[in-house]
Nanobody, 121 residues
């Protein structure tokens, strides 16, 4: 089970930190990613992290502004979002799978959270 939190409404230029708490049968997962989906648009991968060694991937649209991180003791993955822009507005989903491959292909992920809304105005 993945549970996201931290979504909110903020002004452009502001920051938010999203959290994804993992529990239950996600124990076998070692790749966690954040996806987002805006109204009328396809879901897109934003950032991914490989928990075994800390490797990360970022979409070009968020490089330098977003940071994905992990706290293994808390079984939680974070997405720090800085310099937010209106085009970052979307529902953000946490996803998990086993293996470091095709990290922004949403069809390969096993577990999904319910999503958290981020609105930037």
């Amino acid at each position: 089970q993945l549970v996201e939190s931290g979504g909110d409404s903020v002004q452009a230029g502001g920051s938010l930190r999203l959290s994804c708490a993992a529990s239950g049968n996600t124990y076998s997962s070692n790749c966690y990613a954040w996806f987002r989906q805006a109204p009328g648009k396809e879901r897109e991968g934003v950032a991914a992290i490989y928990t075994l060694n800390g490797d990360t991937n970022y979409a070009d649209s968020v490089k330098g502004r977003f940071t994905i991180s992990q706290d293994n003791a808390k079984n939680t993955v974070y997405l720090q979002m800085d310099s937010l822009m209106p085009e970052d507005s979307a529902v953000y989903f946490c996803a998990a799978k086993s293996g470091w491959f095709y990290n922004f292909d949403d069809t390969v992920y096993t577990f999904w959270g319910q999503g958290t809304q981020v609105t930037v105005s």
